[in-house]
């Protein structure tokens, strides 16, 4: 590995700093002082007779009894993917990812699929996804979502540009983000974050790549087949070779852009009778829906502690930098109740604990001296707005209580000396369009907390699903604009706050590859 340009901004000219060598996990230490049987016994008891293990308090649901609520998991937790994730903070990722495992909210199978509105190329023209699910006859309820049945009744165009019958569309209701995918020509593209598309990467320029949505980067080049059923895709002549190469078959369009948005709703996907397992989604190539993707988790995706161990040992093995807990809320008992076993196979790397501040305090103090690293995002401040958008008058309240109790426990974040997240609290800010009057009252909160809050703010934000058409969301329907990005800095600037994250390291995933000083 090469030395890394780290910003002051990670590590303070040393104040930030914990030498690799001194670093002890936190539930290393707690495990070591014997208090960790004590702390899985507390948690186990937050999950019945009536579960408290989140806000939602709900009364009368014995998990320990296997009854869901409604976060829809009962005793063991779900997971819906795990992998060493790239789209994270460079303080996470490092260079070989950080160990995600992301937690279903419900019982959804996997999370490979699109929102309503994508288009897919098919030999009547370019149809929503949406529609093409509703034309499906014999519906039948399928692992939280539904599956309907195709019969020979309508071809989508393949990768190859061959025509294929579809089979099954799926749907399920999904809570996560999305990654928007923009390339330099055509429109962009919504996935989940494990969605396959098919790239090419300057590091082996004639191989064709299926790369996950969340791990494409600005190197990658999208396959975009010329023959597509609406019409021949024809490269204008002002477009610049910089950005399109073509072959006889296809052009590669490089990626401009890859962002996250917050996505509540149902997502789709089809399944082709094509051994390419292909068809075209918004003129890009992606992946066919593939449960056997899913299988690497094992059958099932509800997972007893030991197996739950297993795979964050897993996810150490491959290298990542750190455990990644997504959306962990509803689960907090499971992961305190695999950690023994965790310790014992070998676990050593920081826990992270990544959340959308919607946590109880009971199960925070139960993550006290587990938990490396708090990642809390923090929405919105006011209770109107957050009742609007987010569902949940009460979700300022107990996110100010959150992270205030977040940095009680582990303090501002500290890195090792490659700049590596060790300890500490990071908060993600999404800027909303038009709503700049949040984000300077929670950016002067922060501030409150502490100046050296390291803070992600974040521009992510693309309307999708209800706040596109809802006439109701018409002020959140744009993007944000550059101005209000800047004005979101100026306010941080002024608030006191100086800690921001950016992008500081070249990764491309597998390879380590590094900028030198
Ligand atoms: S974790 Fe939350 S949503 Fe799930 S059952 Fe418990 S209280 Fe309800
Ligand atoms: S890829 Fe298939 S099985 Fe997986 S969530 Fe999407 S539709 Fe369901």
């Given at each position: ?7 002051p ?9 914990i030498p690799?060598r ?30 408290r293990?989140?806000?939602?308090l ?8 296997n009854?869901f ?11 819906a ?14 260079w ?10 419900c019982?959804l199978?996997?999370?490979f699929?699109m929102?309503?509105?994508?288009m897919?190329?098919t030999e009547?023209g370019?149809?929503p ?14 692992a ?10 309508l071809?989508v ?6 025509l ?6 799926f ?9 928007r ?9 919504l ?7 098919f790239a090419?990467h300057p ?25 597509n059923?609406?019409?021949?895709v ?5 477009f ?5 190469k ?11 852009n890859?962002?996250r ?5 149902w ?12 068809y075209?989604?918004s ?9 056997y ?9 509800e ?17 990542c930098?750190n ?5 962990p ?14 310790i ?25 001296g587990?938990v490396?690293?708090?990642m809390?995002d923090?929405?919105l ?10 569902l949940?008058s009460?979700?300022?309240e ?7 109790e977040?940095?009680r426990q582990?303090?501002?974040l ?6 590596l997240?060790?300890?500490g ?8 369009p ?22 992600n ?6 309307p ?33 706050l ?8 070249v990764?491309i995933?597998?390879?380590e590859w590094v900028?030198?000083?």
């Amino acid at each position: 590995m090469g030395r890394w340009v780290i910003p002051p901004e990670v590590h303070g000219n040393g104040r930030f700093v914990i030498p690799r060598r001194e670093f002890i996990p936190a539930y290393l230490k707690t495990y070591e002082e014997g208090r960790l049987k004590e702390k899985v016994e507390e948690a186990l008891s937050h999950l019945g007779p009536s579960c408290r293990v989140c806000p939602r308090l709900c009364k009368g649901v014995d998990r320990l009894a296997n009854a869901f609520g409604v976060c829809r998991v009962g005793r063991y937790a779900r997971v819906a993917s795990a992998f060493p994730h790239f789209g994270e903070e460079d303080v996470l990722r490092g260079w070989r990812g950080s160990g995600t495992i992301f937690f279903s909210w419900c019982n959804l199978r996997c999370v490979f699929c699109m929102p309503p509105d994508t288009m897919v190329m098919t030999e009547e023209g370019p149809l929503p996804i949406q529609e093409i699910f509703e034309r499906g006859e014999r519906e039948l309820d399928y692992a939280g979502g539904q599956v309907r049945f195709f019969d020979q009744s309508l071809r989508v165009f393949t990768r190859h540009s061959r025509l294929a019958w579809v089979s099954k569309a799926f749907r399920h209701p999904y809570k996560g983000d999305l990654i928007r995918i923009e390339p330099y020509y055509g429109p962009p593209l919504l996935l989940t974050p494990n969605h396959e598309v098919f790239a090419v990467h300057p590091s082996a320029p004639h191989q064709v790549l299926r790369v996950r949505a969340d791990q494409l980067t600005g190197e990658h080049w999208l396959l975009v087949p010329k023959r597509n059923g609406f019409h021949s895709v024809i490269k204008p002549s002002h477009f610049s070779e910089e950005y399109i190469k073509e072959s006889e078959d296809f052009y590669l369009v490089a990626v401009q852009n890859c962002g996250r948005l917050a996505y509540q709703g149902w997502v789709y996907n089809l399944e082709v009778d094509d051994p390419d397992h292909s068809y075209i989604a918004s003129f890009v190539a992606v992946s066919n829906c593939q449960n056997y993707e899913v299988s690497q988790l094992g059958e099932g995706e509800e997972l007893t502690p030991k197996e739950l161990a297993r795979l964050m040992i897993r996810l150490q093995e491959m290298g990542c930098h750190n455990i990644n807990f997504v959306t962990p809320e509803h689960v907090v008992p499971q992961i305190v109740e695999a950690l023994p076993y965790a310790i014992e196979m070998g676990l050593r790397v920081p826990l992270v604990y990544n959340t959308s501040a919607y946590d109880s305090l009971e199960s925070l103090r139960v993550m006290e001296g587990l938990v490396d690293i708090y990642m809390p995002d923090f929405k919105l401040w006011t209770p109107e707005r957050s009742r609007k958008y987010l569902l949940a008058s009460n979700y300022p309240e107990v996110a100010r209580q959150t992270i205030a109790e977040m940095h009680r426990q582990v303090g501002e974040l500290k890195v090792d000396e490659d700049g590596l997240a060790v300890r500490g609290v990071l908060v993600r800010h999404l800027v909303m369009p038009g709503l700049l009057d949040e984000t300077r009252e929670i950016l002067r909160w922060l501030a409150g907390l502490s100046r050296d809050t390291y803070v992600n703010i974040m521009d992510q934000y693309y309307p999708a699903w209800k706040a596109k058409t809802d006439p109701r969301y018409a002020e959140i329907n744009r993007r944000v604009f550059r101005r209000e990005m800047e004005e979101a800095f100026r306010m941080a600037r002024e608030a006191g706050l100086w800690r921001f994250d950016a992008r500081w390291r070249v990764v491309i995933p597998g390879i380590e590859w590094v900028m030198m000083e």
